[in-house]
């Protein structure tokens, strides 16, 4: 797929990974549409790449049509790039006092990290699907789960139920759209060292740098991008999900 003559939307594009998608797509020619609640941030990018900046809530269905229409009004949109946060609730199952764990902070969990990405896909699927196809090909969707989902940690039980949620849809939402030429991917990052981390950034490379057989670092946001632009260009890649980790498994904790 040619990412040149394309919009792209970035859902969560003002974060780490998302900035340095936006910034890699962009380059390589695409019309982005940033579509964020971090309106400074999203406002600078705008104004430096020539970019368009969407205020958008992952969760609300009018926030996210109107940046799929931002971005079809731009070229023929191809490219959606989902990688929002929100917050996640933890904790174990019973706490050490006996009390069973938060209904709520795992509905919001869920919420923000499951329902909202899977908001995202279906009306981009179903922006993408109106446009007119190249070779039988109309775009990709690439999502953003985590190791977690294989691999969560004491405490991050509403976390990974979340992002495995994410892996399970890949290969089913790959098969729902592929008779519209449409592709599916997810990407589950491990240790990502990212802005957002701010001052503790050093203290988590010291503790997971010498944890992840090779490279024995933390993950860089370019890393990230430059997975996010193969996926777009390689029109084999469809219903997998990516472990992008240097090899690392999480320990229990």
């Not at 179903?126 to 294989?150: C, L, M």
């Not at 981390?197 to 503790?207: I, S, V």
């Not at 996010?228 to 469809?238: A, P």
């Amino acid at each position: 797929m040619q990412i040149q003559g394309s919009s792209a939307v970035v859902v969560g594009g003002t974060g780490g990974l998302g900035e340095a998608t936006v910034r890699r797509l962009h380059a390589a020619g695409a019309k982005i549409v940033v579509a964020d609640v971090a309106d400074e941030k999203g406002k600078l990018l705008e104004e430096e790449l020539g970019i368009r900046y969407v205020r958008t809530d992952a969760t609300s269905e009018d926030d996210v049509q109107a940046a799929m229409d931002e971005a079809a009004a731009l070229a023929p949109l191809r490219i959606s790039v989902d990688t929002h946060g929100g917050p996640a609730a933890g904790g174990r199952l019973v706490g050490k006092d006996g009390s069973p764990m938060d209904l709520a902070g795992f509905r919001t969990t869920v919420e923000f990290y499951l329902i909202a990405v899977f908001n995202v896909m279906r009306l981009a699927a179903a922006t993408i699907a109106r446009q007119e196809a190249v070779d039988g090909d109309r775009g990709v969707i690439v999502n953003t789960a985590s190791i977690a989902a294989y691999e969560g940690q004491i405490g991050q039980l509403p976390y990974a139920a979340a992002k495995g949620g994410v892996a399970s849809m890949t290969l089913v939402a790959a098969r729902d759209l592929s008779p519209l030429g449409i592709r599916v991917v997810t990407i589950a990052p491990g240790t990502f060292l990212t802005p957002a981390y701010g001052k503790a950034g050093d203290q988590l490379e010291a503790h997971w740098g010498p944890r992840i057989p090779h490279p024995k670092r933390m993950g860089r946001s370019p890393e990230y991008a430059s997975l996010v632009q193969q996926i777009c260009e390689n029109d084999y890649l469809n219903g997998e999900v990516i472990r992008l980790d240097g090899a690392l498994r999480f320990p229990p904790k």
